[in-house]
């Protein structure tokens, strides 16, 4: 097929999938504000080329981005990173989204939170933080983000609960913490959370370089499910606890960001507009930038948002199965990963051509291996990004 045919191609099935799927507008707007983080932590969804998007929006790209994409619909804002922190204007953009209407979520390590810039946030009208522990100690925390920040992360979630947030706490569950589930939830009891989420890794970015060291075996899984069911009777109201079960160890995919182009928008640190935080990694996409084009042509316009768009790129076995609008197909950037094709089933559903691969790498992680079998962590540094170059 020649180059041209293709992109004919490409082009009539974004139409066919604009036509099978009104456009609604966005309902979530996530700000990655800056990729810069004090933290190396082995499992980051940022991508694992970070360190060649450097070039951040400045403050008045972003004041622009958050007044276009209000006007268009969008009615949450969550500021994140790597650590939003990092960046000194964070209170004139989270003053001016409150101003605007959004609700606003500052998603966290904690790192750099100290009481003059929990004073400034709170008077900017900051509604949520999210702050994350990597895990119930601050040995395993700290070896886990490769920095020594767990006193750090609790003074934070003093300080939170001291300006009158709502204490809300998230965990990335893995291998190499599953089992301390009891202790962590201990620890948010401890800090008078009221809500926790133990989010079981997802295999993206560099959690998917670290895939055969992060991956827990389904009877860790089991008993983590155990645990936090034990707890949930325990705790009643007093603190929600949500568990997110590893997509590799389901039959089904989820429907990934509710949707290609549906509800999400993500606007990385130096202006790519993306349906997904790891969209970036799919070959042949052009993504549109903020600093060349308005929130409203990006969302309602841009062939890499409607390339995925309902159900109308879909092939078979996603063409004919009744539950293609339950899902969508699973996740793109997964389909890729795993099948080379972003235009496949994921190869999560057991109904995918390429379910093996996922199955065979569950029945890897049952497999008790020793430590000469198992590679080291590969840490998110800048000295590793620049090494690696595109892992898949």
């Known amino acids: 097929m020649s180059a041209v045919i293709a992109a004919e191609a490409v082009k009539q099935d974004a139409v066919s999938a604009i036509a099978a799927a009104p456009i609604g507008p966005p309902h979530w707007l996530l700000a990655e504000l800056t990729y810069r983080c004090p933290l190396h932590c082995a499992f980051c969804f940022n991508p694992v080329d970070?360190?060649?998007?450097d070039k951040e929006?400045?403050?008045?790209?972003w004041l622009r981005v958050l007044r276009e994409a209000r006007a268009l619909g969008a009615v949450q804002c969550g500021f994140s990173g790597g650590e939003p922190l990092q960046r000194d204007d964070l209170e004139i953009l989270v003053a001016e989204a409150r101003a605007l209407g959004y609700y606003t979520n500052l998603l966290t390590s904690g790192i750099g939170f100290n009481e003059q810039r929990a004073e400034k946030l709170k008077a900017a009208g900051l509604d949520h933080i999210q702050l994350s522990f990597q895990d119930s100690t601050r040995e395993v925390n700290d070896f886990l983000s490769s920095t020594r920040t767990f006193d750090l992360k609790r003074k934070a979630a003093a300080s939170i609960k001291q300006h009158g947030w709502p204490m809300v706490m998230n965990c990335v569950i893995h291998r190499l913490n599953i089992d301390h589930i009891e202790r962590i939830i201990e620890l948010a009891v401890e800090l008078d959370a009221q809500y926790l989420e133990l989010a079981n890794v997802q295999f993206y970015s560099w959690a998917q370089i670290n895939r055969d060291q992060l991956l827990p075996t389904r009877e860790q899984l089991?008993?983590?499910e155990e645990v936090t069911r034990c707890w949930r009777e325990k705790l009643g109201s007093k603190m929600k606890l949500i568990f997110v079960v590893p997509d590799y160890y389901e039959t089904r995919p989820k429907k990934c960001m509710n949707g290609w182009g549906n509800i999400f928008l993500t606007i990385t640190p130096d202006g790519a507009a993306l349906p997904c935080h790891t969209a970036r990694m799919l070959p042949g996409m052009?993504?549109?930038n903020v600093r060349d084009s308005s929130v409203r042509e990006i969302w309602y316009e841009s062939e890499g948002f409607n390339r995925y768009r309902g159900t109308g790129w879909m092939k078979e076995p996603c063409v004919s199965c009744p539950?293609?609008?339950k899902d969508y197909g699973g996740c793109r950037c997964q389909a890729y990963m795993l099948a080379q094709d972003p235009a496949t089933a994921d190869p999560v559903c057991d109904k995918s051509p390429y379910h093996a691969v996922v199955t065979g790498i569950v029945e890897q992680a049952q497999r008790r291996r020793s430590e000469t079998e198992v590679k080291?962590?590969?840490?998110?540094?800048?000295?590793?990004?620049k090494r690696l170059a595109r892992p898949f």
Do not use: C, G, I, K
């Open 222 to 224: 089991q008993r983590a």
């Open 286 to 288: 052009a993504f549109p």
């Open 323 to 325: 539950e293609r609008e």
């Open 50 to 53: 970070f360190t060649q998007h």
């Open 57 to 61: 929006l400045s403050t008045d790209d």
């Open 376 to 385: 080291p962590l590969l840490f998110r540094t800048p000295l590793e990004s």
